[in-house]
Structure formats: structure tokens, C-alpha cells
């Protein structure tokens, strides 16, 4: 069974989901693909973008997506994992889920007959990654880039490193010692970036991170599941803030890429994030596109 839990999962369908989402954008996109499908999407967790995005692309892929809260479900009163993926494998053809543990999504997948999509996790957000790229594509026509990540190496951030290495991007993580990536998905990802000629550092020196760039990107310091150490996050990261001082030390055409939610003030400044090199609005536009894509992947 085809899931998409890790980045690494999608490592030979990078490159046609990526032209996948592309026709879909164009409108050339297969019609109605998915008639009769219906998708679970399961949130233990907010979303503005993966939800919407996810429940409209199903609905123009012409499927039924079904939004479940896991408070709603039996699932939050403590019936097993395994239990709930047998049973929905019964009704639905495929199931997205965004969980407080990486863990739980693998021990779903264990048990499901149907695909299984991570819609986040604390460990990876697979659907934002390829997103990312998608639009770095669609902004500098090649993948012949370097991007550099400030902040938090939180999951974005792992499932950026394994998106990159996949289609030879350089890639640098600017973050405080105790903030690095995930090691196992560092090691991952440097493996495949062998194959792919892309060039991944981990650093704590924004400067020589940021100089040249043509990327930069942020994700906030504070992710969810993580609020009782914010004043101490706060503290650590605060030289990490994508600001015009920063931008000015990138590449003069350097566009500016955030996941959202967005926090102004703390790793991002307002100025740069609504400024003209910042690419987020169509960032957040692609996720319904490559979500498409994914979705006629896998369902
Ligand atoms: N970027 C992203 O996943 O946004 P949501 O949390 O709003 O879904
Ligand atoms: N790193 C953030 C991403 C939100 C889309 C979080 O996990 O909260």
C-alpha cells in the first residue's frame, strides 16, 4: 500500500507530482479524476491551509472529503489506533491525518488498507515540502538553487531537507545549537543529496547562511505542541529573523518563503513578509494544486 508519510516516501514521484500540480494549476488537469473517492481528513491539531486545501482539492477532483476532529471521534475516547484505521478502510478510500505524534501515523498506516497521507506531524510535513518546492520552481524556472531555512529545524524543516536533497537543491539550515533537524532525516537526506549533487549544511551563522541566498525561508518559532517552552524559544531564536538587514545580504532576486501561520515580529518581520520578494501568498495558494497532485497519486 502507497502511503505519503515521510517526504521519502513520494522519493520516485516527486518529479511527476510536481508536473501534476502544475497541470492542475494551468487547468489541464485531468477532470473529475477521483468521482465516487472519498478522503477522511482527521485534525488532532489547527489548520487553516491543509484543511481547506485538502477538502477543496478533493471536492474539484470531483471525491467527498469528510473533516473529522479527533475529539469527535471514538478515537479520542481511547479506541485504538488500529482499530480506527481497520474500520475506516471500510468506508473511505483514502485518509489524511495531521497528528500530535509521528508515531500514530505510522501505527495507522500499519494497520490501513487504504493510503494514509501525513498531513503533519511533529516530525514531518511532507504536503508543505513539496509545495515549497513546487513554488520555487514555478518562481525561478530550475532547481539549480540554494535556499536557506532560519529559525526552528522543526518539521518543515525535516521534510524540506529530504524534498531538496530528491531534486538537487542546495539546502542550509541557519539555527541555534539544541534547534537542529531531526539526525536520522539529516542522514537520510545527505544520502540522497549524494545521488542528486545537492549541497546540504547545517549552521549556526546566519551571515554566511543567508549570503547569496536565493531563497530564504522561515517557519515560527513556537510550533504546536511546543507553547510551554516559548519564552525560552523566543529567547534562543531571536537572531534568527528573516528582516530587511537579512534580505539585503541575499541574492538581490532572493524570493522569501513562510508555511504559515505566521508570527510578525518574531521570525519574520511584516515588512519582508508583505514585501515584494516574499512569495508566501502563492506558496499558500500552491498547496491546494500540489495537494490535487497528491491526492490523484495516491487515491
Ligand atoms: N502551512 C500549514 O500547514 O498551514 P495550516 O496549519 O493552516 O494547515
Ligand atoms: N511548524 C509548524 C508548522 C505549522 C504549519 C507547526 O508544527 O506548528
Redesign the pocket.
Known amino acids: 500500500m502507497r502511503h505519503l508519510i515521510s517526504a521519502l516516501d513520494a522519493k520516485d514521484q516527486l518529479y511527476e507530482i510536481l508536473e501534476k500540480a502544475e497541470q492542475f494549476k494551468k487547468g489541464h488537469g485531468p477532470e473529475k479524476p477521483l468521482n465516487g473517492k472519498s478522503l477522511a481528513m482527521v485534525f488532532q491539531k489547527?489548520?487553516?491551509?491543509?484543511?481547506i486545501s485538502f477538502e477543496v482539492g478533493m471536492h474539484q477532483l470531483g471525491g467527498h472529503p469528510l473533516y473529522l476532529s479527533s475529539s469527535d471521534l471514538q478515537l479520542g475516547r481511547g479506541e485504538l489506533i488500529e482499530d480506527t484505521a481497520r474500520v475506516m478502510g471500510r468506508y473511505v478510500d483514502g485518509i489524511m491525518i495531521r497528528a500530535r505524534e509521528h508515531d500514530d501515523v505510522l501505527e495507522f498506516a500499519r494497520y490501513s488498507e487504504i493510503p494514509v497521507i501525513n498531513g503533519?506531524t511533529n516530525l514531518e510535513?511532507p504536503c508543505?515540502a513539496f509545495t515549497d518546492i513546487f513554488t520555487i520552481k514555478e518562481r525561478k524556472r530550475t532547481f539549480d538553487v540554494h535556499m536557506t531555512y532560519m529559525g526552528d529545524g522543526n518539521n518543515v524543516c525535516n521534510s524540506l531537507l529530504l524534498g531538496t536533497a530528491m531534486v538537487g537543491m542546495d539546502f542550509t539550515v541557519a539555527c541555534p545549537s539544541g534547534y537542529e533537524p531531526d539526525p536520522l532525516i539529516l542522514k537520510d537526506a545527505k544520502k540522497l543529496a549524494k545521488k542528486t549533487g545537492s549541497i546540504l549544511n547545517v549552521t549556526k551563522d546566519v551571515k554566511t547562511a543567508v549570503i547569496d541566498s536565493d531563497v530564504l525561508y522561515t517557519d515560527v518559532w513556537v510550533s504546536m505542541g511546543d507553547e510551554a517552552e516559548e519564552a525560552q524559544r523566543l529567547m534562543d531564536l531571536k537572531d534568527y529573523q528573516i528582516n530587511q538587514d537579512i534580505l539585503k545580504m541575499a541574492d538581490s532576486d532572493a524570493m522569501v518563503l513562510h508555511?504559515?501561520?505566521a508570527i510578525r515580529g518574531q521570525e519574520i518581520t511584516t515588512d519582508v513578509l508583505n514585501g515584494p520578494q516574499s512569495a508566501v501568498w502563492d506558496q499558500a495558494e500552491n498547496r491546494l494544486h500540489v495537494q490535487k497532485a497528491i491526492l490523484n497519486w495516491l487515491l
Open positions: 489547527a489548520s487553516t491551509r491543509t484543511r503533519l510535513h508543505q508555511c504559515l501561520p
